[in-house]
């Protein structure tokens, strides 16, 4: 029997926690997915995820990967799963079915489809068949479509594992107990509290996160409240296994609850949550244990029985409205002022919706990490209460860093479905012809001035610099909306995004470097496997609207001698290459991009002794004789509008200079060769004489692929040949 393979769901921004927790249960991490990771393991692991995990919401058994191109596809694969392992004859089932393609448009088809099959495998000849019970189920048949797939499975949760059962009621803003869980652990309280720290959450509310640290303090299972899970009906279950768990578990609870030393204290100025969580303390047990009363934050006091050292973590109030946001920083100043003053040498750990506002605590955050609090992109910042980490208070929403956050919800909405319905269109037709880099959005709604581009599982964003005309904080709450929105459009986590901000260039702006991360990674295009990076210069090393124009070449290659000028990365290079070029020159004067235009060409397996790439000043080339004995039967040039570099004998200003630049270059064209020369210059004309003296035809139209189809500009490109 194979080894099962379970699909571990979790609170977007948990994933690598997630990952880890699941290792130390047994289990073989398969691969991460958005809100998830897929592991491998025996059954025993399964369980034990159920019981112990603190940040899954659901463990699903997997069962099978099905075709649901149609529904009938998708009933086909169903029916042909041995459900009498898993159902009996006369059960009950309910069928939790996620995700929506061309075919199965909503979940109540699809859950319809699922559950026909289930059905009809167990229909016996007299008609008995299980039924459909949605409030007290078997088991909980999970479906979960994607594109043309449904990933099928046994829920073995049932309800979800972030109801731990001790809280059936909540404050006005509750925080999910597996969320406070993964704050814990970002917080590090587990080595805090195994050293003997203390934990205070001075904004209370229903007391999650208090009671989630005495949990976790204690070691006590977070399942052990729950009565009945997703596998105890399920005909599968294995009773004896699970009961021996059961037993472990209490008995680590009673050796961990004898084995605390750490003391839990929360507080809020409301009495009607305050009244909650000692509901709630009661009901998870701690009574004795964990201790909240009453209390604003001015008048918060170190008691004196608190450790030396310990941990401070609170979920103050976000703010959703502009006037709030700043009305809520002198709460975050005087928070801030009460640590320093009461609690120096601990830790604090502040989870926010408004990370902005974090400015106003007076204390410089050592790390920042990205969550989301339900749908709510959101920030937790930590701080080391001491002398040397304090800074000075700064205004709510001034100059500064951009944080995801969502300040029009029908703006943010309207932003959302439109890049799910550009992704739809335009990731289809890339897969199609073998794409992994696209354009996805180049400013299609005027409140969103971005160009969002898609580089296989990662995402570029550049921001277009707003006019003057535009105020400034208008602009920043619309780019922060964006970047909340983004990662939860396109299912990808935070860190696989990048933001730019695009501004007019000048000299060798586009050469320098912005950052210092040295991330490349390879991506392909039309076979060819091509080097990039989203993270340390302007450009990424792939300029995505001559993609059109490197097929071509590569189409139309084979046997020639291939010369590429201003070459950059050696792009156009490499799919000549592939095409058969029998040879090929690249020039370009940064060496840099000579090196990785080498790396592309080495990437690919290409002779480098066929295919030569040189630093070297273009313009200077161009212009020497001794490279007028070297003939080429296809060249590519692409320069740029203007450039001032300091390698440079003069300086190149594109307009002015390209009929020179062209004549040279036709100097080096072979009769019967092809001169592709093309430029990004909006406002760019082309010398009318060059058709006097030249063949030549605009092919701009033909260049512009389906995804700058709104950008028509975005370049200009002409086939230039010797007349005959």
Known sequence: MSTPIFFVTCPKGVEYLLADEMKSFGLELLRNAPAGVWVQGPIAAGYRACLWSRLANRVILHLAELDATSGDQLYEGVSEIDWSEHLDVGGRFKVAFVGQNDAIRNTQY???????????????????RPSIDTDNPDIIVSARLHRGLVQLGIDLSGDSLHRRGYRTEQGAAPLKENLAAALLLRAQWPEIAAAGGDFVDPMCGSGTLVIEAALMAMDQAPGLFREEFGFSRWLGHREELWISLLDEARARAEAGRAANRSRFAGYDQDTAVIATAWRNIRRAGLEGVVHVECRDIEDFAREPTWAEEGLVLTNPPYGERLSERKSLGGLYQRLGEQMKAHLPGWRLGVFTGAPEIGHSIGLRSYRQYRLFNGKLPAQLLLFTIDAASETRAREVMGPGEVFPRIFNQDRADMLRNRLRKNRKALGQWARKREIECYRLYDADMPEFALAIDIYGDRVHVQEYAPPRTVDARSARERLAEALAVIPEALDITSDAMVLKQRQRQSGTSQYEKQALTGEFFTVQEYGCK??????????????????????????????????????????????????????????????TYVKWARDNLALNGMDTRAHRVEQGDCLEWLASGSSLSERFDLIFMDPPTFSNSARMEGVLDLQRDHRQLVEQAMGRLAEGGLLIFSNNFRRFRLDEALA?????????????????????????????????
């Open 110 to 128: 699809g859950a319809q489809r699922v559950k026909d099959g289930v059905v009809d495998r167990l229909r016996l000849e007299d008609g008995t």
């Open 530 to 591: 091509l080097k990039v990076n989203l993270r340390d210069y302007l450009d990424t090393g792939l300029f995505l609207d001559h993609r059109p124009v490197r097929h071509w070449i590569q189409q139309h290659a084979a046997g020639i001698r291939f010369l590429n000028l201003f070459c950059y990365t050696g792009v156009a290079t490499v799919h000549a290459a592939a095409g058969g070029a029998s040879s090929s020159l690249s020039l370009d004067m940064s060496n």
């Open 692 to 724: 006097d003296q030249f063949q030549v035809e605009d092919v701009t139209a033909q260049t512009i692929d389906r995804d700058f189809q709104r950008n028509p500009r975005i370049h200009n490109c002409w086939h230039i040949r010797h007349r005959s």
